[in-house]
């Protein structure tokens, strides 16, 4: 096999290993389906829902200079779970289990913040 060859398989498996980075990039690291986008001046917190879980994520409005940034999704009746610290694009991800449960979203970056209520019932 000559070097040329060998070079080109190599590269058709890495780019195999790495094609559903995107996707899981543009969520911030949760799975399932996007269900609610909530939006304030600096940023958005997305939901994800799949069959059992509900992650949420914030995401700066422009990536840039670490700030801080906090997301939390709590189910009802349930403790939250919080990811905070000084971040350049998002804090999260924060998944619960959900399963036929409310869950009560929170996020913000720099001086912005948002909160969805109770959603996802």
């Known amino acids: 096999m000559s070097l040329g060859v060998f070079t080109a398989a190599l590269w058709l498996c890495v780019g195999g290993l790495f094609a559903g980075q995107p996707v899981q990039a543009a969520s911030g690291g949760c799975t399932g389906r996007l269900a ?3 939006a ?45 610290g000084r971040f350049t694009r998002y804090a999260g991800p924060v998944t619960v289990g959900a399963i036929s449960r409310c869950v009560y979203v929170r996020g913000s970056i720099g001086a912005g913040s948002a909160e969805s209520g109770w959603i996802l019932c």
């Open 36 to 38: 609610r986008t909530v």
């Open 40 to 84: 304030f001046e600096t940023g958005e917190v997305r939901v994800y829902k799949s069959r059992n879980r509900a992650c949420a994520v914030a995401v700066a409005r422009t990536a840039g200079e670490r700030r801080r940034m906090a997301v939390s999704i709590q189910p009802r009746g349930g403790m939250p779970v919080r990811d905070a």
